[in-house]
DNA sequence: AACTCGGGGCA
DNA sequence: TGCCCAGAGTT
């Protein structure tokens, strides 16, 4: 696919949504770090229910932590991979206090040593908390990316390392949310709703159905 | 790169 | 019931 093309697809975006956003319910960099631990293999509608309770009863890293693991747990107990995703938070939140006075770092590397913290969640704080024009690749991403022909590649990094260099400068910022909502409702693993999709004439993937679909 | 982990939700 | 879901960690 050529640049000109790659652009098109972008400002089609942009029109149609210009100041796209997470769907996770967050009010602080800490907080939208705990919403996507959670998510990870987890709807983002189960982990928005299981938040709101949780980001109102301790919104801090110091709260939370003092929560325990039994109390942490029973708030996020209806999301799967909960008991492991409760002491990998727990121990994040130890981490922010005694390493980064509290709060999240600005930083890939040190995100990247937080437990359950992984590239994808460490670009999403990244991009969404701090403004970095990094893009998370996840299976939505990665789906949408090799079916329309904007990144094909072999693994998520494969697909985010030429995302990076191929997304025009002034939708990088953007492309991620852009992406992963499009991959969400439209740009669907099972059923694809491809006369839905505003940049049907664009995709080299349109009206193909899925493998394994029938 | 492939495999494991591990739980709710929905068809 | 079986398979999917805003992945991460290990081998």
Known sequence: ???ERRRAIFERFRAAN???RTELVYRTPFQLLVAVILSAQATDKSVNKATARLFADAPTPAAMLALGLDGLSRYISAIGLY?????????????LIERHRGAVPHDRAALERLPGVGRKTANVVLNTAFGEPVIAVDTHIFRV????GLAVGPTPRAVEDKLTKLVPA???LNAHHWLILHG???CKARKPECPNCII???CEFRDKTPAGDP
């Open 184 to 186: 969400r409702y439209v």
């Open 170 to 172: 002034e939708y990088r």
């Open 200 to 202: 049907r004439d664009l």
């Open 18 to 20: 210009p100041a796209p």
């Open 145 to 148: 990316a090799n079916r329309t």
């Open 83 to 95: 008991n492991t995703k409760a002491r990998n938070i727990l121990e994040t939140c130890r981490i």
């Open 1 to 3: 696919m050529n640049g």
